[in-house]
């Protein structure tokens, strides 16, 4: 562990600089505070918490956490979204064929945040931060855990095998909770462990009591925190509680549904937020992690363009053109991309330019009541609840066709609800994961007749399941190379 050491120790020093409380460098430079002197009182602890909001980001040097990579791993490997070209960025996930000396990482950005976290709890529960009210004191104890039990999550979904594959007995990612010492040799933990740890986290966060069930832009609330137990409780196949805390964000939460009207411009950013977005992760023009690697510039036909919709999912969405989720869809503007595509809406535009004509300064959707609602669904229709799963699965449909006709409680499966998952929430990260807790099958397509937009992949990356091993990352070399004990447990096939 010692490079998830090293990890924390760099971050230290830039909480103060990558947060926005740049008066610290007016007390003492950050290059000469011993980390145990880092938080010392109320103001020093809210920069803190600041850093670790801006840690969920990346920085413009490794956007490798939700600034790109967790939406390009959750969209490029499944069969709605493709790199546009083996070279653009994002590609390695898409083509999957990476070795564990070559393979892209999702490691050492989270567990920076982790350790962030876990340095502001210390100091809160040793009381170092002297000039805080209880109140301010269980508010930043609460967020920082929760956000702790959601990278915790992260990892565990992208280095460890879903939880229904064995109960969760297969390996996992290490548990972090505290700061380790620079000798430290700690291991993978199971899945079933992370779970079980998460679980806990987030009920605590809820139990401290700091968390405001008001709305409240760029931070974690009391609604995200049950939306992700939701979300955790679904993916470990517990569906009752599943749908007990989804029911709760949906009947008592302030959040609201856009309207079918409201549907295409509601992903215009603002500073206030948008009506649906239980979490949103803010993203500044002061940030210094704005910068053309973010996911708004990897997605816009104005950018990069390298991350499209695939001709298979733009034909399926088509077939109901009244759908209002085609207009998310846009044509390319590019001289490049108009040769490439013609008029065909590749573009998924859920990361518009905001006020002042910029795509790079969009919020990141982190978790929205749509989802919710579709979580309801799929728990209820994993319970046998036909009728429960349609009233909810309706709700989404309905809003997006108003024309359509409704979903009966006989229509109402897993296999309808998620497709309904695949059209809402195309660009969001979501598929690749659904697809392996569900036991899916991804082709992208079969033949030359049907590749569609494409680019020519490996058989074995043309059509997968998760009993492929590079349905998981390889735990980086970085991490093995310095630890032997998780060296020898490295993912199967790397």
Not at 250 to 264: G, H, M, R
Request: glycine share 6%.
């Amino acid at each position: 562990m010692r490079n998830i050491y090293k990890s924390f120790v760099w971050g230290v020093a830039l909480i103060m600089l990558s947060s926005c409380g740049n008066s610290w460098l007016d007390l003492e430079s950050s290059t000469n505070i011993p980390t145990e002197k880092a938080i010392v009182d109320y103001k020093s602890a809210d920069v803190a918490l600041t850093g670790i909001y801006n840690g969920l980001q990346g920085t413009s040097s490794k956007t490798t956490y939700y600034g790109t990579s967790m939406w390009l791993y959750g969209d490029v490997r499944g069969e709605d979204m493709q790199s546009s070209l083996l070279s653009s960025r994002g590609a390695p996930f898409y083509s999957m064929k990476y070795t564990a000396n070559d393979a892209p990482s999702i490691w050492s950005i989270p567990y920076n945040v982790i350790l962030r976290v876990n340095r502001l709890i210390e100091a809160i529960d040793s009381n170092k931060i002297g000039d805080a009210t209880p109140a301010q004191l269980d508010a930043m104890k609460s967020q920082a855990v929760a956000i702790r039990a959601l990278v915790h999550f992260d990892l565990c979904r992208i280095y460890g095998a879903p939880y229904n594959v064995n109960n969760g007995a297969s390996y996992g990612i290490p548990i972090v909770l505290n700061t380790l010492p620079v000798a430290s040799q700690e291991t993978r933990n199971t899945v079933a462990e992370v779970y079980e740890q998460v679980i806990k986290d987030l009920e605590k966060s809820i139990e401290i009591g700091g968390l405001t069930k008001d709305k409240y832009y760029g931070y974690v609330n009391y609604w995200f925190v049950k939306g992700l137990l939701a979300k955790v409780h679904l993916y470990k196949g517990d569906n009752d509680k599943a749908l007990q805390y989804s029911e709760e964000v949906i009947n008592d939460s302030p959040y609201e549904l856009w309207t079918n009207e409201e549907y295409v411009d509601g992903w215009q950013t603002t500073d206030k937020g948008r009506k649906e977005m239980l979490f949103e992760i803010v993203n500044f023009s002061t940030d210094s992690w704005t910068d053309k690697e973010g996911i708004a510039n990897i997605m816009s036909p104005y950018g990069y363009a390298a991350a499209i919709a695939t001709k298979s999912f733009i034909d399926m969405l088509a077939k109901t053109p009244d759908d209002i989720r085609n207009k998310v869809l846009v044509k390319s503007v590019q001289s490049g991309s108009i040769k490439l595509y013609g008029d065909a809406t590749v573009f998924v535009n859920k990361y518009p330019a905001d006020e002042t004509g910029e795509w790079r300064l969009n919020s990141l959707p982190a978790m929205r009541l749509s989802e919710i609602y579709l979580f309801a669904a799929e728990a209820a229709a994993k319970l046998g609840n036909s009728q429960k799963a349609a009233d909810y699965l309706n709700v989404i449909h309905k809003r997006a066709n108003p024309k359509a006709a409704d979903i009966t409680a006989a229509e109402a499966t897993l296999e309808r609800v998620i497709l309904e998952r695949r059209k809402e929430l195309i660009g969001e990260g979501s598929r690749f994961f659904d697809a392996m807790r569900n036991d899916e099958t991804i082709t992208r397509y079969t033949n030359e007749e049907d590749r569609g937009f494409h680019p020519s992949l490996d058989d074995v990356s043309r059509s997968f399941n998760r009993t492929y091993f590079r349905t998981l990352l390889p735990i980086p070399l970085s991490e093995t190379n310095v630890n032997a004990p998780i060296r020898a447990q490295q993912n199967p096939g790397y």
